[in-house]
């Protein structure tokens, strides 16, 4: 098969969906398919790797430091030089009409859904726009032969529409996320990591009000913020005098490895985030995980390895504080759930499953 892959948003700090995107197009070229990977970038540009064509298409800024493509030229002169069978388009905005152009050309095509966009939009503009973004979807739906989701919270958005899901789980490095040589014992202090983009829809402020709430309770608490984003300013000043310690973006995969394997506790709090990377490669390290008690990261996890609590701080710092006890109760028993829990997840079983879905689409 010729795939290609079309995202916006992706840079070189960007989180999930760039991860997601690439460890699925490697294991596209290492089964023997072709592959073309379209993202927007400062310039027009096409490059050649063992992982594929990297087509390059002028973008403009945006917030966060991200590009976005707004004229198509590019994007189809790209496409239509490759030939591809079926198209993979992780963007439900400018790159959406791909979908289209699939369809009258007789090429397959999927829609990969990485957001939540209903309760993610919702949540941010503080505007209820669901029934806009249902309307979108019902279009998209037409649009693409498939639409892949992560977890049964990401499939919500799209009910009511004439979507063909196929649910594939991500997956996670089990090489490089794995639990440290000598396994950390719980000190006097609560160790927490947070991990992820500093932008409010990801909801890093809530991670930090869980640990000021915990330090407002006398509770003796460290939190690691690890990652950067355009509302880190903000968030240190909502930080105040609790004990909370940013390091901006960490630079290296082992490098986050390692912290993670040095926390007793990882928070993944966010109400709306579809799957959460995150939740795996802290419980890959064997650190147990604090989730809201809705959104996909809570799907994840299980009482073996993590507590959750509602999507505000008293409830998350009281999941920490039972959690803690477990973790001094009996350290490794609790490690050892989070690793066996991430042995569930595969990036090869979740490339297979997207083989499988662009076969399905793919023209005979």
Not at 60 to 72: D, N
Not at 288 to 295: E, R, Y
Request: charge should be neutral; aromatic fraction near 6%; hydrophobic fraction near 45%.
């Amino acid at each position: 098969m010729r795939i290609a892959q079309l995202a916006n948003f992706v840079g070189p700090t960007s989180g999930g969906m760039r991860r997601a995107i690439d460890q699925l197009g490697q294991r596209y070229v290492a089964a023997g398919h072709e592959r073309l990977l379209v993202i927007p970038g400062p310039e027009d540009r096409v490059t050649e790797s063992d992982s594929g064509i990297v087509a390059q298409v002028r973008g403009v800024r945006v917030t966060g430091g991200y590009r976005i493509i707004l004229a198509m030229g590019g994007v189809r002169r790209a496409l239509e030089q490759f030939a591809p069978t079926s198209v993979e388009v992780s963007d439900k905005w400018t790159l959406a009409g791909i979908g289209g152009w699939a369809r009258r050309r007789g090429v397959g095509s999927i829609l990969f859904s990485h957001e939540r966009l209903d309760d993610m939009a919702s949540d941010f503009l503080r505007v209820d726009v669901r029934p806009l973004v249902h309307l979108r979807n019902r279009a998209l739906a037409k649009d693409f032969d498939r639409v892949v989701v992560t977890t049964r919270y990401s499939a919500g958005e799209w009910a009511g529409t004439s979507a063909r899901l196929v649910t594939v789980p991500l997956g996670v490095d089990l090489t490089t996320f794995h639990p440290p040589a000598d396994l950390p014992v719980p000190g006097s202090a609560i160790r927490l990591i947070h991990a992820g983009r500093m932008s409010r829809e990801k909801y890093p402020q809530l991670a930090i009000a869980a640990a000021a709430e915990l330090h407002r309770r006398g509770a003796p608490v460290e939190l690691t913020v690890a990652g950067t984003g355009p509302h880190l300013a903000w968030l240190r000043e909502q930080a105040g005098d609790a004990p909370v310690r940013f390091l901006g973006y960490v630079d290296g995969r082992d490098e986050l490895a390692r912290l993670y394997g040095q926390a007793d506790i990882s928070l993944s709090v966010a109400p709306t985030e579809t799957f959460g990377l995150a939740v795996l490669e802290a419980l890959a390290c064997g650190t147990p995980v604090v989730t809201a008690d809705q959104g996909g990261a809570r799907e994840l996890v299980d009482d073996s390895c993590a507590d959750w609590g509602a999507a505000r701080a008293s409830a998350l710092a009281d999941a920490v504080q039972r959690l803690h006890a477990r973790l001094v109760a009996d350290p490794y028993a609790l490690r050892r759930a989070a690793r066996r829990r991430a042995d569930l997840y595969s990036w090869d079983t979740s490339a297979q499953l997207m083989l499988d879905a662009h076969r399905d689409v793919s023209p005979d």
